[in-house]
């Protein structure tokens, strides 16, 4: 059989009941003899950041090594702050020879030792007087005027050119007298034409801005050019006047001539008496350099003042009026007789009026 017979259980015994526990009798309390209170004693505090007692003399701080912070104990107040100290209770940080350091969350800026100023301090300082000498610079150039001289010197001219060699002190003065604060500058172009070499070669010159006595000791040699046509290189004239060192508030350009510039946009003498009739000049620059050269004049806020000595010049005064206008300036236009004595007036007139208008505008 595959099956074995199940053994018989064994039967339960019953459980015994416990026996109750005997609770033991408490021993009263006995009374302690001889027994000492314990003192209070103060609390004292570690040495590292004990007060010193006032009156009592305080050992030398440790002098912190080079490049690091050191941390002392806190002094009593002696007297005001110290600006080379950082206070963070209960320790001191002194800076005087620590690193700086841009991480650092105390300062922004590092401190000088020795009660110096700090770095963002002599910034302010060193930008106080940079406003400073920047204000008394616009104040100069608001009552300062420059002046030049652009001069047609071919054969015709040669009388006003005589003129202007010892008129120009006598223009500056009668101006002083007017503007007596007022510094005057003056500079002097002259232009005549290209001549018949290959290639053509132009001869103008230039004096940049000086004192009036300079500028008169430059000119006072100076001789008329020779002129190969009815037309002038007045695009040469203008372009170097252009490049001079403009500087002043008032800025006048007192041209003078008789005769217009090369190009049909600016006479109608036809090709007989021009050789470039449909460009300003041999490198092949058309009209529109010269209006070119107008917008910078605008831009540098030069007064342009022209005086013609006879009506060959009409066609090219109006179409420099026409592109002045464009940049909201105009061409100031001063006819001068055949007494060269007029010469004088005509340019006083026109500084002066220049001068007004400038201050005016405060």
Known sequence: SFFKPAEPKQPVQPVQPQQPVQAKPVQPVQQLQNVQPIEKQPYQLPPQIQQQTPGQPQPPPQQPAQGKAAYLPVPQPQGPPSYNTVVSSPAVTTLANAAP??????????????????????RLAALKKQNAIRSEEIKAKRQAIDICFLMDITGTMEPWLELAKVKIVAIIGHVKKKFPEARIRVAFVGYADWDNRKPPRSHNFSYDFCEPDVLMSHIAKLEKADGW?????????LEIALRLEWWARTKLLIHIADDPAHGREFHDY??????WLDTPDPSGRGPEYIFEMIRTMCNKEIEYHFFHLDQQTEKMERRFDQELRKYGSQLFVHPLTADVESFLPAVLVAVTESMTRSFTRG
Do not use: H, Q
């Open 101 to 122: 350091s841009s991480s650092s969350p105390l300062l922004s800026t590092p401190l000088v030792s020795g009660g110096g100023l700090s770095v963002e301090a002599k």
């Open 229 to 237: 046509d009815c037309t002038e290189d007045v695009l040469g004239g």
């Open 270 to 275: 036809g090709r007989d008496n021009d050789r």
